[in-house]
């Protein structure tokens, strides 16, 4: 199986291979480099539509040179080639973003002007509709690197603080009028901070964040939910792209494909994720327009939740629906044909004029 060599790409493909291994499969990963791992100071939705993490992967798969590929859905393009097929759909990670701070702040509480990294389009336009006042700084990198960037004007600065009182405390040696801003020293405070934080208080800070966005699905796969501070941003509001937190498993051989599904797919993560990216596909988005799509099976109905915005979030579209799980790809299609009607098309296209410029 291919798989991008980042670490959360890693874990992600790893999950796999154990749950294929408990099915008595052996597999072996291969890690391809791919156009977005390679330019890494380009916004994602600048690298196109094409799949910047995804077709390095599937020329591999279709070459023959590998069984299949494993791939973040919220990543893969919606046009496809006809040969290549999503052929297991695991169950989903948690769908949301979350809201990663220094002093595990929800979005609210941040102060006015404060600075917000992302590298998500959608991302920019829901924190901009919801907050005009926030300025959004481009933030890429793997999970535990954008991280490493929000934490390293914090503790840089808690550092130097640390180390102008341990000068303090020499200076004034056996006085008892001087009060500790500290408990412990600068060194017994650095032996003190987890791998991340050390990674983080040596980086060169080119932009001061007060808060980053990503996918709490990647933050749970990376392993950093207990090492970081966090809260859920509210779906409603915050409404996901379209397959976060799903993995697929591209594969073209009808033998793999029929393996894989028996393997790998889960029913309601495959029905979700059908109807999040069939609207995607409908409105045209793609990585190129703020397009949010959460589908949840209940019962014998999907409920999903789409919002379109304008780039900057000064426009926003935002609807719900109910959908019957028995045809439910087909009444993806007719509710993303009254989107488009209602507006949706209109900014789906603005945003991608101004992609092409």
Request: glycine content about 8%.
């Amino acid at each position: 199986m291919a798989t991008r060599g980042s670490a959360l790409a890693r874990a992600q493909a790893a999950s796999v291979q154990g749950a294929l291994a408990g099915r008595r499969l052996d597999v072996e990963l291969v890690e391809v480099e791919t156009t977005g791992d390679r330019i890494q100071d380009e916004l994602i939705h600048r690298l196109g539509k094409t799949g910047a993490f995804v077709r390095a992967l599937d020329e591999r798969v279709l070459d023959g040179e590998v069984d299949a590929a494993v791939h973040s859905m919220k990543d893969m393009p919606t046009e496809k080639p006809a040969d290549l097929v999503v052929a297991g759909v695991p169950e989903r990670a948690p769908a949301g973003d979350v809201l990663v701070t220094a002093e595990g702040h929800d979005i609210d509480d941040l102060p006015e002007g404060a600075v917000v990294g992302t590298s998500s389009l959608r991302r920019q336009a829901q924190l901009l509709n919801y907050r005009e006042d926030l300025q959004v700084e481009p933030l890429r990198g793997n999970v535990d690197t954008r991280i490493e960037k929000l934490l390293a004007t914090h503790l840089q600065r808690e550092h130097e603080a640390r180390v102008e009182n341990d000068k303090e405390r020499q200076e004034k040696k056996g006085k008892t009028d001087h009060d500790e801003a500290f408990d412990e020293t600068a060194d017994e405070w650095f032996e003190g901070l987890t791998e991340l934080e050390r990674q983080a208080l040596g980086r060169k800070v080119e932009t001061e964040y007060d808060a980053i966005v990503l996918a709490e699905a990647g933050l749970k796969r990376s392993g950093l939910t207990e090492k970081v501070n966090y809260e859920r941003l509210p779906r409603a509001t915050f409404v996901p792209a379209p397959g976060q937190g799903a993995i697929a498993v591209t594969a073209a051989d009808s033998e793999v494909i029929d393996l894989l599904h028996d393997k790998l797919d889960h029913p309601r993560t495959r029905v979700e994720t059908t109807v999040e990216r069939t609207i995607l596909a409908e409105l045209g988005g793609g990585c190129i327009a703020p397009v949010g799509v959460h589908a949840l099976l209940q019962g014998e109905h999907v409920h999903v939740d789409v919002q379109v915005l304008a780039t900057d979030g000064s426009e926003s579209i935002k609807t719900s629906r109910d959908l019957p799980v028995g045809n439910h790809a087909n009444a993806a299609r007719e509710f993303a044909a009254a989107l488009r009607d209602r507006g949706a098309g209109q900014l789906v296209e603005a945003a991608r004029e101004e992609a092409e410029e």
